[in-house]
């Protein structure tokens, strides 16, 4: 069998848009009345490499009665009760209402694994309500947008898990090692750990995705890695066309390698087959665990690499940078200087991220890529104590401590990381929203120097707390 999940959530949130963005399909009827959706209606789910059944449900009546609202509760209790992890979806837009907070205790009570998703996210004002969604203690929720596509990539992350556990399962294997559990954040936890805190073991298969523009020797480093003239490679720019994913072994870890079609401007992208082959591309950084950015070393991070890279941190994704083609490259020392130059002004939200200078035609410098690869998938896993983050966070705030706000200085009450892949932290304080961009850049500056967090994406979360005693606040 495989996994099962349902989607739940009040009525008009996008439960049926989001059913039919994972079969690929319109089977469900999609409207903005509330309540077109009644009864279960399952599908087959594709996301990434993932295959499941997923479960459509009425949007969740507060009704316990036989009228017709209460069936349709009482069918979307069945659907949650048969799955393996629900999703409970929420408003960006709206935010977060009394009816949302009513059947997130029900889903609480029931004690099934839950992932919150905040759904129409897409834009400044959906954005602007998804981190409301703490407010249910059903963990971090994940902005998307099942209208178009955006943040699918995330809710991969949260899946793949729950799908490994499933597959432990019916293979006899122990689950329970398996799976980083999705939970409310106790806002009163302090392990007393002084050390990073070990990371749930990997998935079974790290995805690497190869990209880069046109004709920079993607292919030709696949077929160097494999050992084999797996795929097609010439000087012709544009032999792939579409994504191929190769299953692969490095050091004893399983990958999932996979080389993808050049990417260029969309200026300069006019036949509808390039657009669908870009299409495919950025899917398979979407749901890529480490991506190599490979590019030409004697014309290197032009405008097109830069907007590749940065999709590639945008998405949360792991990043390395492949000067490839190094052997023809006459000042290696001026060209490797102003590489990391660049890097450095226009990649500033990963800084630290690894380059390896490299020719995948006479396979030179591939033991150095594969090793960046591992070490940074470790980074990208790492999770770091309550304790320990929050003793930083004590002495960085008394070095430097928050700006004044009306006169009154903002104060940073706690820290916690929230997930995994990439490093996720939520920070609590008072005002939140009014704390600089300046010094959000200086905490993750110190975090990324402190505990050692080089290269991946770091993204820091702030949640406001009020002082209930305090009669003048906002």
């Known amino acids: 069998m495989s996994l099962t999940v349902a989607i739940v959530g009040r009525p008009n ?18 409207d903005d009345t509330p309540g077109v959706t009644r009864d ?20 969740l009546e507060d009704a316990v009665d036989e009228s017709l609202e209460g069936r349709m509760r009482q069918q979307t209790e069945a659907a949650i009760n048969e799955a393996d992890v629900t999703l409970m ?30 759904n129409k996210a897409e834009g400044r004002v959906g954005a602007g309500s998804v981190n409301e969604g703490f407010s249910l203690g059903l963990g971090q929720p994940i902005p998307l947008s099942a209208e178009h596509g955006e943040g699918l990539g995330d809710l991969f992350d949260a899946l793949e898990p729950f799908a490994l556990k499933k597959a432990n399962e ?29 990371a749930p073991p990997v998935p079974k298969h790290m995805q690497l995705a190869i990209v880069g523009r046109p004709n920079v020797g993607k292919s030709t480093l696949v077929n160097a890695l494999l050992g084999e003239e797996r795929l097609l490679t010439g000087p012709e720019a544009g032999i792939t066309r579409d994504s191929i994913a190769i299953d692969w072994a490095w050091g004893g870890q399983a990958i999932r390698l996979i080389d993808t079609a050049g990417l260029r ?31 030409d070393g ?54 630290g991220i690894p380059v390896i200078t490299m020719s995948a035609m006479t396979e030179r410098g591939l033991d150095k890529l594969m090793k960046a690869v591992l070490e940074i998938y470790v980074t990208w896993n790492k999770r770091v104590s309550t304790s320990k983050l929050n003793r930083w966070l004590s002495e960085i705030t008394a070095q430097h401590p928050p700006p004044l706000v009306g006169g009154r200085r903002i104060k940073i009450r706690y820290m916690t990381q929230i997930k995994t892949r990439p490093p996720t932290f939520a920070i609590f304080a008072s005002k939140a929203e009014d704390l600089p961009e300046s010094y959000h850049r200086y905490l993750v500056k110190s975090l990324r120097d402190v505990f050692d967090l080089p290269g991946t994406p770091i993204r820091l979360i702030l949640r406001r707390t009020d002082n209930p005693y305090d009669k003048d606040r906002d």
């Open 13 to 30: 949130v996008g439960k049926s848009t989001l059913f039919n963005r994972l079969i690929r399909k319109r089977l469900a009827i999609v």
């Open 40 to 59: 279960r209606r399952y599908g087959e789910a594709h996301l990434g490499d993932l295959t499941f059944t997923v479960i459509d449900t009425a949007g």
């Open 89 to 118: 979806v929420f408003d960006s837009r709206a935010g977060i209402t009394p009816i949302d907070e009513h059947f997130a205790r029900i889903i609480r009570r029931m004690k099934k694994p839950v992932i919150l998703i905040a």
């Open 170 to 198: 019916e293979s006899g294997i122990n689950p329970d090692a398996e799976l980083e559990e999705v939970a409310p954040i106790d806002l009163d936890e302090d392990t007393g750990e002084d050390d990073f805190v070990a």
């Open 265 to 295: 401007r969309h200026a300069r992208v006019v036949e509808k087959l390039e657009r669908l082959s870009g299409a495919d591309t950025r899917r398979a950084i979407q749901y890529a665990h480490v991506v190599v950015l490979v590019l």
């Open 298 to 351: 004697n014309d290197m991070l032009e405008k097109q690499d830069l907007t590749i890279a940065r999709q590639v941190v945008e998405e949360g994704r792991a990043l390395i940078i492949a000067a490839n083609k190094w052997d023809a490259v006459e000042d290696k020392t001026a060209a490797l200087k102003k590489l990391h130059d660049r890097i450095e002004w226009s990649l500033p939200q990963a800084k």
